[in-house]
């Protein structure tokens, strides 16, 4: 699996630490206004990521898969 990650400069993405997110409390804050949830290997990667923008989430990552190939 591939670990780059590609961000739109106007995609609105905020990083949480895993160990915030080992708190159910400020796991349901940060993700109150989000939609979908993503981490790796239950390391330090967690983004929140708004309904809004999966297309911009959808192209890019097709992007990578085209370039990839």
Not at 36 to 65: K, M, Q
């Amino acid at each position: 699996m591939n670990n780059r990650v590609i961000k739109d400069p106007t995609f609105p993405m905020r990083h949480a630490q895993v160990t915030e997110l080992k708190n159910t409390a400020k796991i349901a804050e940060l993700a109150k206004d989000a939609d979908v949830l993503i981490t790796r290997n239950g390391e330090t990667i967690a983004y929140l990521v708004n309904p809004e923008h999966y297309e911009v989430l959808i192209s890019a990552w097709n992007e990578l898969r085209v370039k990839e190939s």
